[in-house]
């Protein structure tokens, strides 16, 4: 079982940034990999990245790529989303994501799911 709870999110300007983070319990964070998704009003749940149980491989939406960078810190069982440049569009709740699935693209392939945190930004 990973219990996992994101922070971070606010309202923010157009241009602006923001840094997600998203910590993990559990003793074998290091063996899972950790996604984002984020889900906007009305809109259904889409990928936004994940990274390697090693932090050696990444993955992103070709929506945020150059804008948006996953790391992770196994040592602290925490993966943080850096999200630059924000646009109108990035405003969706943001959830952090775990599973065993190397570079898992898609939300069934996850077990494990945090509750969210909300991201605004505006214009």
């Known amino acids: 079982q990973v219990k996992l709870v994101e922070s971070g999110g606010g309202l923010v300007q157009a241009g602006g940034s923001l840094r997600l983070s998203c910590a993990a319990s559990?003793?074998?964070?290091?063996?899972?990999?950790m996604g984002w998704f984020r889900q906007a009003p009305g809109k259904e749940r889409e990928f936004v990245g994940a990274i390697s149980w090693s932090g050696g491989s990444t993955s992103y939406a070709d929506s945020v790529k150059g804008r948006f960078t996953i790391s992770r810190d196994n040592a602290k069982n925490t993966v943080y989303l850096q999200i630059n440049s924000l646009k109108p569009e990035d405003t969706a709740i943001y959830y952090c994501?775990?599973?065993?699935?190397?570079?898992?693209?898609?939300?069934?392939?996850?077990?494990?799911w945090g509750k969210g945190t909300q991201v605004t930004v505006s214009s």
């Open positions: 994501t775990a599973d065993r699935t190397y570079l898992a693209r898609r939300k069934n392939e996850y077990a494990y």
């Open positions: 559990g003793r074998t964070f290091s063996t899972y990999t």
